[in-house]
């Protein structure tokens, strides 16, 4: 896939040309065959980079990265994680952009559970997880949904559970 997107303008540099590179690598690695590439997306600014991979089936499963010279965004579906330097300063084993791309990987490979909470038909809150080498499962974060639907309390609570797949 990373032969259908475009080379990279001279003028980005720093943290979202070092994603950008590590990203191209990364999709020659994985080789996700359930791309859409006519609906995929990358738009170069000031800014930094922002990637749209959208899934060949499943319009709600695209993943968008956003990446800027301080931070960097994932989403897809209805989680999001976020991606910074260390705040402490100390020197992390991998950096963060190559933290952000490895996500990316996570997902294209459907190594990330999206776990899905409801109240009746209304969403309450989603989680997301990956899993350790011994197979015990790691929260990664959690999202409170917006939605009235989150305050009936009566209502029985249903949870869902998909894995993103690109293969």
């Known amino acids: 896939m990373s032969g259908t997107l475009p080379a990279p303008p001279d003028a980005l540099r720093g943290p979202p040309r070092a994603f950008y590179d590590e990203l191209l690598k990364m999709l020659d690695v994985v080789q996700p065959a359930r791309v859409d590439v006519a609906k995929s997306s990358v738009r170069f600014d000031d800014d930094g980079v922002e990637v749209t991979i959208a899934h060949a089936d499943r319009d709600d499963w695209s993943i968008l990265a956003t990446v800027g010279d301080d931070d960097a965004?994932?989403?897809?579906?209805?989680?999001?994680?976020?991606?910074?330097?260390?705040?402490?300063?100390?020197?992390?084993?991998?950096?963060?952009?190559?933290?952000?791309?490895?996500?990316?990987?996570?997902?294209?490979?459907?190594?990330?559970?999206?776990?899905?909470?409801?109240?009746?038909?209304?969403?309450?809150?989603?989680?997301?997880?990956?899993?350790?080498?011994?197979?015990?499962?790691?929260?990664?974060?959690?999202?409170?949904?917006?939605?009235?639907?989150?305050?009936?309390?009566?209502?029985?609570?249903?949870?869902?559970?998909?894995?993103?797949?690109?293969?």
Do not use: C, M
Not at 103 to 114: D, H, K, P, Q, S
Not at 118 to 124: C, I
């Open 73 to 167: 965004i994932v989403a897809v579906s209805d989680v999001h994680e976020h991606f910074s330097p260390p705040s402490s300063g100390g020197a992390e084993e991998r950096s963060w952009t190559t933290q952000t791309v490895d996500f990316v990987a996570e997902v294209l490979r459907g190594e990330i559970e999206i776990e899905s909470t409801f109240r009746g038909g209304s969403p309450a809150y989603v989680r997301h997880f990956n899993r350790a080498e011994n197979g015990e499962r790691n929260l990664l974060g959690h999202t409170g949904v917006l939605h009235p639907g989150r305050l009936l309390v009566w209502r029985p609570k249903r949870t869902e559970t998909i894995r993103v797949s690109f293969l």
